[in-house]
C-alpha cells in the first residue's frame, strides 16, 4: 500500500468557502526537490578524491574505511536538502591487482522519482566503487 502525505492549502482569506478547500496530495517531488544523479557523482567523485588520494590498501583498514566514506558520502548528500528523499550508500574497497571486477544491483522502485548514482576510484594499490541511492519517501 501507498501512504500519501496530506498538506493542506493555506488561504488568506477567512470566508467559509476559501477554507474549506480539499487537500493536495504530494506523490511526485519538484524537478528542483529530485534526486539528481550528476550532482551525486560529483559529491562522491570528491569524496573520493579526498579521502583516497593518497591511501595505500590494507585489508585491516578496509572496514573503517568503507564506513568512513560511506558516512561523509551520505552526510554530503543530505546537504543538498531534498525534501522526503532517503539516501542508501554502499562502499566497496578492494586490492588493485589488475583483475577485473564487476557490481551488480536490482533494485524496486519508482522510476520517475528514485535514482541511482555510481562512483569508481582506482590508485596502484586499491579500487573504490560507491554506489549512492535516492529513494523518495511517499
Same mark, same amino acid.
Given at each position: 500500500?501507498?501512504?500519501?502525505?496530506?498538506?493542506?492549502?493555506?488561504?488568506?482569506?477567512?470566508?467559509?468557502?476559501?477554507?474549506?478547500?480539499? !487537500?493536495? %496530495? +504530494?506523490?511526485? &517531488?519538484?524537478?528542483?526537490?529530485?534526486?539528481?544523479?550528476?550532482? *551525486?557523482?560529483? @559529491?562522491?567523485?570528491?569524496?573520493?578524491?579526498?579521502?583516497? !588520494?593518497? %591511501? +595505500?590498501?590494507? &585489508?585491516?583498514?578496509?572496514?573503517?574505511?568503507?564506513?568512513?566514506? *560511506?558516512?561523509? @558520502?551520505?552526510?554530503?548528500?543530505?546537504?543538498?536538502?531534498?525534501?522526503?528523499?532517503?539516501?542508501?550508500?554502499?562502499?566497496?574497497?578492494?586490492?588493485?591487482?589488475?583483475?577485473?571486477?564487476?557490481?551488480?544491483?536490482?533494485?524496486?522502485?519508482?522510476?520517475?522519482?528514485?535514482?541511482?548514482?555510481?562512483?569508481?576510484?582506482?590508485?596502484?594499490?586499491?579500487?573504490?566503487?560507491?554506489?549512492?541511492?535516492?529513494?523518495?519517501?511517499?
Amino acid at each position: 500500500p501507498i501512504t500519501m502525505m496530506m498538506e493542506e492549502k493555506s488561504s488568506s482569506s477567512s470566508s467559509p468557502a476559501a477554507q474549506q478547500q480539499p !487537500a493536495v %496530495a +504530494v506523490t511526485k &517531488p519538484s524537478f528542483k526537490n529530485m534526486f539528481k544523479p550528476r550532482e *551525486a557523482k560529483e @559529491i562522491m567523485d570528491a569524496v573520493l578524491r579526498e579521502a583516497l !588520494a593518497d %591511501a +595505500v590498501y590494507s &585489508p585491516d583498514d578496509t572496514s573503517q574505511l568503507t564506513k568512513e566514506l *560511506a558516512t561523509s @558520502i551520505k552526510a554530503r548528500l543530505k546537504g543538498l536538502e531534498l525534501p522526503r528523499y532517503k539516501h542508501l550508500v554502499q562502499v566497496v574497497v578492494g586490492e588493485n591487482r589488475g583483475e577485473g571486477v564487476r557490481m551488480g544491483c536490482r533494485c524496486l522502485w519508482d522510476e520517475q522519482t528514485d535514482k541511482v548514482a555510481k562512483a569508481t576510484f582506482i590508485n596502484d594499490t586499491l579500487f573504490c566503487v560507491a554506489v549512492a541511492f535516492g529513494v523518495y519517501l511517499y
